[in-house]
Nanobody, 123 residues
Framework: QVQLVESGGGLVQAGGSLRLSCAAS????????MGWFRQAPGKERELIAA????????SYADSVKGRFTISRDNAKNTVYLQMNSLKPEDTAVYYC????????????????WGQGTQVTVSS
Protein backbone atom coordinates (compact mmCIF):
# COMPACT_ATOMS: atom_id res chain seq x y z
CA GLN A 1 0.00 0.00 0.00
CA VAL A 2 1.23 3.50 -0.90
CA GLN A 3 -0.31 6.72 0.34
CA LEU A 4 0.42 9.94 -1.54
CA VAL A 5 -0.08 13.52 -0.40
CA GLU A 6 0.40 16.41 -2.83
CA SER A 7 1.19 19.99 -1.88
CA GLY A 8 2.31 23.21 -3.50
CA GLY A 9 -0.67 24.10 -5.64
CA GLY A 10 -2.19 27.57 -5.73
CA LEU A 11 -2.97 30.62 -7.80
CA VAL A 12 -0.27 32.08 -10.03
CA GLN A 13 -0.14 34.56 -12.89
CA ALA A 14 0.65 33.46 -16.41
CA GLY A 15 4.39 33.19 -16.89
CA GLY A 16 4.96 32.31 -13.27
CA SER A 17 6.24 29.16 -11.60
CA LEU A 18 5.12 26.64 -9.02
CA ARG A 19 6.69 23.53 -7.56
CA LEU A 20 4.47 20.66 -6.57
CA SER A 21 5.58 18.05 -4.07
CA CYS A 22 4.21 14.61 -3.41
CA ALA A 23 5.14 12.80 -0.20
CA ALA A 24 4.76 9.04 -0.22
CA SER A 25 4.38 6.60 2.64
CA UNK A 26 5.40 2.96 2.51
CA UNK A 27 8.57 1.04 1.82
CA UNK A 28 8.12 0.51 -1.90
CA UNK A 29 8.49 4.11 -3.12
CA UNK A 30 12.02 3.66 -4.44
CA UNK A 31 11.02 0.59 -6.45
CA UNK A 32 8.19 2.31 -8.31
CA UNK A 33 8.00 4.73 -11.17
CA MET A 34 6.08 7.89 -10.32
CA GLY A 35 3.95 10.17 -12.41
CA TRP A 36 2.08 13.44 -12.41
CA PHE A 37 -1.37 13.66 -13.95
CA ARG A 38 -3.73 16.58 -14.33
CA GLN A 39 -7.43 16.98 -14.96
CA ALA A 40 -9.02 20.17 -16.15
CA PRO A 41 -12.79 20.78 -15.87
CA GLY A 42 -14.65 18.84 -18.52
CA LYS A 43 -11.54 17.00 -19.66
CA GLU A 44 -10.09 13.56 -19.07
CA ARG A 45 -7.20 13.07 -16.70
CA GLU A 46 -3.90 13.04 -18.59
CA LEU A 47 -0.43 11.81 -17.74
CA ILE A 48 1.92 14.76 -18.12
CA ALA A 49 5.20 13.56 -16.62
CA ALA A 50 6.73 10.28 -15.52
CA UNK A 51 9.99 9.29 -13.85
CA UNK A 52 11.56 5.89 -13.42
CA UNK A 53 12.40 4.51 -10.00
CA UNK A 54 16.05 5.57 -10.23
CA UNK A 55 15.25 8.85 -12.01
CA UNK A 56 17.27 7.71 -14.99
CA UNK A 57 14.32 8.00 -17.38
CA UNK A 58 11.75 10.75 -17.66
CA SER A 59 9.01 11.49 -20.14
CA TYR A 60 6.66 14.41 -20.73
CA ALA A 61 3.48 15.19 -22.57
CA ASP A 62 4.00 17.53 -25.49
CA SER A 63 1.86 20.15 -23.76
CA VAL A 64 4.38 20.59 -20.93
CA LYS A 65 7.68 19.57 -22.52
CA GLY A 66 10.36 22.20 -22.00
CA ARG A 67 8.38 23.93 -19.24
CA PHE A 68 7.86 21.26 -16.57
CA THR A 69 10.46 19.07 -14.86
CA ILE A 70 9.78 15.96 -12.82
CA SER A 71 12.29 14.81 -10.21
CA ARG A 72 12.41 12.60 -7.16
CA ASP A 73 14.32 12.14 -3.93
CA ASN A 74 14.14 8.51 -2.87
CA ALA A 75 15.75 9.28 0.49
CA LYS A 76 12.80 11.55 1.26
CA ASN A 77 10.12 9.46 -0.46
CA THR A 78 9.14 12.53 -2.44
CA VAL A 79 8.50 13.36 -6.08
CA TYR A 80 8.41 16.90 -7.43
CA LEU A 81 7.02 18.75 -10.41
CA GLN A 82 8.67 22.07 -11.21
CA MET A 83 6.35 24.09 -13.42
CA ASN A 84 7.70 27.14 -15.24
CA SER A 85 6.23 29.51 -17.83
CA LEU A 86 2.75 28.60 -16.69
CA LYS A 87 -0.19 29.23 -18.99
CA PRO A 88 -3.92 29.59 -18.26
CA GLU A 89 -4.46 26.24 -20.00
CA ASP A 90 -2.33 24.60 -17.29
CA THR A 91 -5.17 25.24 -14.85
CA ALA A 92 -6.23 21.86 -13.45
CA VAL A 93 -6.17 19.56 -10.47
CA TYR A 94 -2.77 17.90 -10.36
CA TYR A 95 -2.35 14.36 -9.03
CA CYS A 96 0.71 12.32 -8.31
CA UNK A 97 0.56 8.59 -8.80
CA UNK A 98 2.65 5.53 -8.06
CA UNK A 99 3.12 2.85 -10.66
CA UNK A 100 3.20 -0.93 -10.41
CA UNK A 101 6.68 -1.17 -11.89
CA UNK A 102 10.05 0.57 -12.20
CA UNK A 103 9.11 2.43 -15.39
CA UNK A 104 5.61 3.47 -16.35
CA UNK A 105 5.06 5.52 -19.49
CA UNK A 106 1.35 4.68 -19.85
CA UNK A 107 -1.55 5.91 -17.71
CA UNK A 108 -2.78 2.38 -17.04
CA UNK A 109 0.53 1.53 -15.35
CA UNK A 110 -0.43 3.48 -12.22
CA UNK A 111 -2.26 2.05 -9.21
CA UNK A 112 -2.05 4.53 -6.34
CA TRP A 113 -3.22 8.16 -6.41
CA GLY A 114 -3.05 11.21 -4.24
CA GLN A 115 -6.02 13.44 -3.49
CA GLY A 116 -4.89 16.16 -5.88
CA THR A 117 -3.89 19.79 -5.58
CA GLN A 118 -5.46 22.68 -7.48
CA VAL A 119 -3.33 24.83 -9.77
CA THR A 120 -4.95 27.95 -11.19
CA VAL A 121 -3.13 30.17 -13.69
CA SER A 122 -4.62 33.59 -14.29
CA SER A 123 -4.15 35.51 -17.53
Amino acid sequence: QVQLVESGGGLVQAGGSLRLSCAASGRTFSSRAMGWFRQAPGKERELIAAISRSAGITSYADSVKGRFTISRDNAKNTVYLQMNSLKPEDTAVYYCAAARSAWAPAPNDYEYWGQGTQVTVSS
